[in-house]
């Protein structure tokens, strides 16, 4: 109940506040146990605030043509790091009703994993990929 009204003051009042302030302020306000279970819960890490790896591939304008005998290593690979909980999902973009995909976005949990994937995929070796980036996505909202 204490976390509500601070962060209702904070709010009301256009505050802004870090987490690890407001952290401090609640500690700073004696050890009862409601407190110190609101620091807790408000501190614990949750899916709301996963950080995840965006790996963006660029095709070759005739992928279609070109991927057949290196999708199913590529697909085969994908499977792999998803049934270890490396990757979260896969798949390949374009413009609204694409024909053509221009490249793919995989999402994977760990740095390793985005980049354990583009040095084992088939589409790389192969020359299907002609360009590539891993970035960092912080998931702040997301439905439950």
């Given at each position: 109940i204490y976390l509500s009204i601070y962060l209702s003051i904070f709010i009301m009042f256009?505050?802004?506040?870090?987490?690890?302030?407001?952290?401090?302020?609640?500690a700073s306000q004696g050890t009862s146990s409601s407190r110190?279970?609101?620091?807790?819960?408000?501190?614990r890490v949750s899916p709301l605030s996963a950080t995840?790896?965006?790996l963006k591939y660029e095709y070759i304008p005739d992928v279609l043509?070109?991927?057949g005998p290196y999708?199913?290593?590529?697909?085969?690979?994908?499977?792999?790091l998803i049934g270890e909980d490396k990757c979260l999902s896969g798949g390949p973009t374009g413009a609204p009703n694409m024909?053509?995909?221009?490249?793919?976005?995989?999402?994977?949990?760990?740095l390793e994993s985005a980049e354990l994937f583009v040095k084992e995929d088939p589409y790389v070796s192969a020359g299907i990929v002609s360009g590539h980036t891993i970035e960092e996505w912080?998931?702040?909202?997301q439905k439950e």
């Open positions: 256009g505050l802004a506040i870090s987490r690890s302030s407001l952290l401090t302020f609640l110190q279970q609101a620091i807790r819960s408000f501190s995840n790896y965006l043509e070109k991927r999708r199913e290593g590529h697909l085969n690979l994908a499977k792999k024909e053509v995909p221009t490249g793919a976005l995989f999402v994977f949990t760990d912080n998931v702040v909202v």
